[in-house]
């Protein structure tokens, strides 16, 4: 089976701008997760989503949205990037609440 | 609010030890808790899985402890190789429906030198 897949793996904004990164789940994988991960701050939860749903949310400002497709393909949004979004975003997919399977991750810069 | 510590949070090894890396959490209403490998601007993957009824898991060389209790998981590497210089990640995830919200230590970078 093909592993977690992100797009674009680089990427680079300037403040004030807006992204979308895209992650493509294992074949079959219902949950998709995201991550950020700075040097500061380690690894921080943003949001889950199964079957199209939202089902958990981390302590993120609300700049930050996503949602799934009803392929599980999964997308996250930054509005209004900021100096301190510089980081690697990853997402993780699996099947129910089990190992996580986790993608090479998007590199954002925002000059 | 569940904190995950790991300590050391550097190792430097002669090919060939034996190593144990540490995972403490604060709360022990776990579901699971994993441990990954992370290897410099790569992403995470998967090394073992402990269930939250579990205490241990092994794969090869490595061995995961979870004591829930004492809020304690220990990962053994033995007869560590250059090949195993990474940071390692230990993360839980939570009971009641957060199964998908991993929390994540900030990591043990293990290096191992030939």
């Known amino acids: 089976k093909a592993g977690v897949t992100q797009t674009p793996r680089y990427l680079i904004k300037t403040r004030g701008q807006q992204v979308t990164l895209s992650c493509s789940p294992i074949?079959?994988?219902?949950?998709v997760s995201w991550y950020q991960q700075t040097p500061g701050q380690g690894l921080q939860f943003l949001f889950e989503?199964?079957?199209?749903?939202?089902?958990n949310k981390g302590n993120f400002p609300g700049r930050f949205s996503g949602r799934q497709f009803s392929n599980s393909r999964s997308e996250m949004n930054v509005s209004t990037l900021e100096l301190g979004d510089s980081a690697l975003y990853l997402c993780?997919?699996?099947?129910?609440?089990?190992?996580?399977?986790f993608g090479p991750g998007t590199r954002l810069l925002v000059l | 609010k569940q904190e995950v510590t790991q300590i050391p949070a550097a190792l430097s090894v002669p090919e060939g030890e034996n190593l144990v890396l540490n995972c403490s959490f604060t709360?022990?209403?776990?579901?699971?808790l994993q441990w990954f490998r992370q290897d410099p601007g790569k992403g995470l993957t998967s090394l073992l899985l402990i269930q939250s009824s579990q205490r241990e898991q092994t794969s090869g060389r490595l061995n995961a402890s979870l004591d829930k209790s004492s809020g304690r998981s220990t990962l053994y590497i033995a007869a560590s190789q250059p090949g195993d210089s990474a940071t390692y990640l230990c993360?839980?995830?939570?009971?009641?429906?957060?199964?998908?919200?991993?929390?994540f230590g900030k990591g043990t970078k293990l290096s191992v030198k030939p």
């Open positions: 709360d022990s209403a776990i579901y699971n």
């Open positions: 074949s079959g994988h219902r949950s």
């Open positions: 993360a839980v995830s939570g009971d009641g429906g957060s199964q998908g919200n991993l929390i």
């Open positions: 993780a997919s699996s099947p129910m609440a089990e190992t996580q399977y």
């Open positions: 989503y199964f079957s199209e749903t939202q089902r």
